[in-house]
T-cell receptor, first 118, second 114 residues
């Protein structure tokens, strides 16, 4: 079965500083990989996803992530954090649940809470 | 992106009563819908997967008689928490996707059972 590990429960950075959120996965085949952001009391918004191709993926709000197969990692980065980036971030791996292109079932990590100091 | 609307956003109910949560895809056909439960400081735990017109597939440990899922149309799925108890209090999130597309998430429902 697939699993996702986000080693950092809580990270605090200063506004304007760079950010890297770690994500490691376990899956027997090439995974689909996702990063979501959740504001308090809200649902999840997709930041970016990796299905295949270029291992450096650009997302919304200035985020990017790099898929490294050798390290089973999909770390999320942002060069300059804004106060509005404070939220909970979830990494997820999509494992194929049904036949058909693009069909998958998501398994989430436990999340990393990001706090931003003005 | 596509919009998934979840209603209500918050609900408080008495112990022993049932609560229905709706999940609607507003601008696409949701062939598959997922229901998640999120505990404080915990990840999202998949409860069940439903395909339109079929019975839901429940994850291990999820009581199907307690958490009734109906996916009667391509734009609507409902989760009914039957005979709710305080331990059912949680944040419930649905997601929906069409075949071959990514999943979009609802805003979540905060259920409090008193």
């Amino acid at each position: 079965a697939q699993s996702v590990t986000q080693p950092d429960i809580h990270i605090t950075v200063s506004e304007g500083a760079s950010l890297e959120l770690r994500c490691n996965y376990s899956y027997g085949a090439t995974p689909y990989l996702f990063w979501y952001v959740q504001s308090p009391g809200q649902g999840l918004q997709l930041l970016l996803k990796y299905f295949s191709g270029d291992t450096l993926v650009q997302g919304i709000k200035g985020f990017e992530a790099e898929f490294k197969r050798s390290q089973s990692s999909f770390n999320l980065r942002k060069p300059s954090v804004h106060w509005s980036d404070a939220a909970e971030y979830f990494c997820a791996v999509g494992a194929r649940a049904y036949s058909g292109a693009g069909s998958y079932q998501l398994t989430f990590g436990k999340g990393t809470k990001l706090s931003v100091i003005p | 992106g596509a919009v998934v609307s979840q209603h209500p956003s918050r609900v408080i109910c008495k112990s022993g009563t049932s609560v229905k949560i709706e999940c609607r895809s507003l601008d696409f056909q949701a062939t598959t819908m997922f229901w998640y439960r999120q505990f404080p400081k915990k990840s999202l735990m998949l409860m069940a997967t439903s395909n339109e017109g079929s019975k839901a597939t429940y994850e291990q440990g999820v009581e199907k008689d307690k958490f009734l899922i109906n996916h009667a149309s391509l734009t609507l799925s409902t989760l009914t928490v039957t005979s709710a108890h305080p331990e059912d209090s949680s944040f419930y999130i649905c997601s929906a996707r069409d075949t071959g597309s990514e999943a979009f998430f609802g805003q979540g429902t905060r259920l409090t059972v008193v």
